[in-house]
């Protein structure tokens, strides 16, 4: 059985907002979209401590704070004037552009 391919509204270097879960309300930029999990990375959002190996001789080792992924279903796009929303498609000049719901104008 093969899997179909999910289009995602969200896309590397956009604006979100975290819309559920612990981290509701806080706002990042998207590092990287994993299709294939459904999953985003958003810079400075679910941090989690993780133990790292010392690797050098002058490398420290111990405890960092990363980033963990967030589902796709938890961010929403943020609009420049309207905040968190909802986006559509629309064509503009034979190109494909994303379109704000609240306002139609183009992300």
Do not use: W
């Amino acid at each position: 059985m093969e899997k179909t391919k999910t289009v995602f509204r969200v896309k590397k270097d956009d604006e979100v907002r975290v819309m559920a879960g612990r981290e509701k309300g806080k706002s990042g930029r998207v590092l990287k979209v994993d299709h294939a999990k459904g999953r985003v990375l958003v810079e400075g959002v679910n941090m989690v401590k993780k133990a790292v190996k010392k690797k050098k001789q002058n490398d420290r080792g111990g405890i960092i704070e990363v980033e963990s992924s967030l589902h796709i279903s938890n961010v929403k796009l943020v609009c420049k004037k309207c905040g968190p929303v909802r986006t559509g498609y629309k064509f503009e000049n034979d190109k494909k552009v994303r379109i704000c719901k609240k306002c139609g104008e183009v992300v």
